[in-house]
């Protein structure tokens, strides 16, 4: 069965930078996207980036271009996601999903909680 | 941006009720759109890809429609374990963008 599994909770301090990774597993890792998206506490889901594990492709919203970047490990089938010059707004649930581009985010890891806290 | 225009932001219904949720588009999204589930502290879960596909093992109370750039969500037969936020979601078009999010309650 399909797994994305995250990394655990993190803090950091504002203008750190924190690194989110997601171990999938029972699919071919190279033949979908993944996307980022996160959720603040409260509020709604905003979609970040996805990267198209396939021909490395990258799209990122244009709020976090310049602060985001997204790797792929082939060999470990692991995506990361990291993020630039925290800012207390980053604080966040980070969640991967399988997709994106032009398949649908139908599996997602469990989440993983950054705090942005002096 | 295509913006996702949700409605209503929250709504009380009774069990066996029939639920329905809005999502307009601020431009043609194609059949492009999902609705997600969301209960408090768990990852979303995607319940209707491309306007009106049942994702696999979802149950058939949920149902999804589309009329141009109008798309309608509903549950019908409302059940205690449907209590969550929904979200509609478009991707025809980057970024992809979410809907503020319905929170249904009994």
């Known amino acids: 069965q399909v797994q994305m599994v995250q990394s655990g909770g993190e803090v950091k301090k504002p203008g750190a930078s924190v690194k989110v990774s997601c171990k999938t597993s029972g699919y071919t890792f190279t033949s979908y996207a993944i996307s980022w998206v996160r959720q603040a506490p409260g509020q709604g889901l905003e979609w970040m980036a996805w990267?198209?594990?396939?021909?490395?492709?990258?799209q990122y919203a244009q709020k976090f271009q310049g602060r985001v970047t997204l790797t792929a490990d082939t060999s470990t089938a692991t995506a990361y996601m990291e993020l630039k010059s925290l800012g207390n707004d980053d604080t966040a649930m980070y969640y991967c999903?399988?997709?994106?581009?032009?398949?649908?985010?139908?599996?997602w890891g469990q989440g993983t909680l950054v705090v942005v806290s002096s | 941006d295509i913006q996702l225009t949700q409605s209503p932001s929250s709504l009380s219904a009774s069990i066996g009720d029939r639920v329905t949720i809005s999502c307009q588009a601020s431009?043609?999204?194609?059949?492009?759109l999902n609705w997600f589930q969301q209960k408090p502290g768990k990852a979303p879960k995607l319940l209707i890809f491309?306007?009106?596909n049942l994702d696999t093992g979802v149950t058939s109370r949920f149902s999804g429609s589309r009329s141009g750039t109008n798309f309608t969500f509903s549950i019908s037969n409302l059940q205690p374990e449907d209590v969550a936020t929904y979200y509609c979601?478009?991707?025809?078009?980057?970024?992809?963008?979410f809907g503020g999010g319905t929170k249904v309650d009994i």
């Open positions: 999903a399988r997709g994106g581009e032009t398949t649908v985010n139908n599996y």
């Open positions: 491309d306007a009106s």
């Open positions: 990267i198209n594990i396939h021909n490395g492709d990258r």
């Open positions: 431009h043609d999204v194609s059949d492009f």
């Open positions: 979601q478009q991707y025809d078009h980057v970024p992809v963008t």
